[in-house]
């Protein structure tokens, strides 16, 4: 679709007032998916950002983008993450302006089948790291003596509709949400808007770091319903409609919770979930992946 010069221009604008109101970012998970994508998009608006990874050959290609800085910090290790986030924050000159928790990652697992470890190393990473990186971010503004900014914390519609033997990862996720609130409560009267971002399905490589095939082996019963997971990510979405959300919202600036993805996970699945009763949904569920 052609576009108009005059729009053109009002993308521009747009763009460069993200820049204005968050010239410095920090994103975890920067080097795939969705936070590739959301890094893309910031660094596209002009915003400085230093993005992470556990492993610093995924931050190659983005390492040559004029304003990126590479960070290698893995969320299981809170005390390093820690100190990654700080040693980035004193090179920003203090303290970041956006802070996206986007890193995280799943397991696919009925819950009693595998060692608890992986599923308590899923709230350590995506739950307590997090909260330790965000009171980090919150007291560096504090610190500058400004509280203005930004906190998006990189959700899913599980919180809604928990997706089926990945019990760690709905926790995590349910917890976000909740912190999310958490938050937006307490920032009332300041100016650090915060954002619990819900994606539903999006095509990346959520799916393949999970490799169920030696589960799947032992419990063929669970096929259906891993082919059907694997489905919703194979013909969904790509990540850069979850970036226009995600600037969109950045240039409201307005705390609250949005959802991003396909009409169904982002409208009628909330609302099912909000008005239908829980039998109900409970029923939708077992029926919408094959579970027997």
């Not at 747009?14 to 109101?21: P, V």
């Amino acid at each position: 679709m052609n576009t108009s010069p005059q729009s053109d221009l009002e993308a521009q604008r747009s763009r460069e007032g993200l820049a204005r109101r968050f010239p410095r970012a920090f994103v975890t998970g920067a080097g795939g998916g969705l936070g590739l994508a959301f890094t893309e998009c910031l660094l596209n608006a002009g915003v400085r950002v230093w993005g992470t990874t556990r492993e610093a050959s995924r931050l190659q290609a983005l390492s040559r983008r004029h304003g990126f800085t590479p960070v290698v910090l893995d969320l299981e290790k809170g005390d390093a993450a820690e100190q990654a986030f700080l040693s980035a924050a004193d090179q920003a000159g203090g303290a970041f302006d956006l802070l996206i928790n986007n890193a995280g990652f799943g397991q696919f697992s009925p819950f009693v089948d595998a060692e608890f470890t992986s599923w308590s190393r899923q709230l350590d990473a995506m739950l307590m790291t997090t909260m330790r990186i965000t009171h980090l971010f919150l007291g560096r503004l504090r610190d500058r003596g400004e509280m203005r900014g930004g906190i998006v914390n990189v959700s899913s519609v599980a919180v809604d509709f928990p997706l089926p033997h990945m019990s760690g990862y709905n926790v995590a996720k349910a917890g976000l949400s909740a912190f999310s609130e958490s938050l937006i409560f307490e920032m009332r009267g300041t100016e650090v808007m915060v954002v619990d971002f819900r994606p539903g399905d999006y095509r990346t490589a959520f799916n393949q770091s999970m490799s169920p095939t030696a589960l799947l082996t032992r419990r063929p019963g669970l096929a259906p319903i891993w082919q059907r997971l694997e489905y919703n990510l194979n013909t969904a979405p790509l990540p850069a409609r979850a970036a226009r959300d995600l600037e969109r919202t950045l240039l409201r600036g307005k705390s609250g919770t949005v959802r991003s993805g396909s009409l169904f996970q982002t409208v009628i699945a909330p609302f099912l979930a909000r008005f239908a009763p829980l039998a109900l949904k409970r029923a939708l569920m077992v029926r919408y992946f094959g579970a027997s």
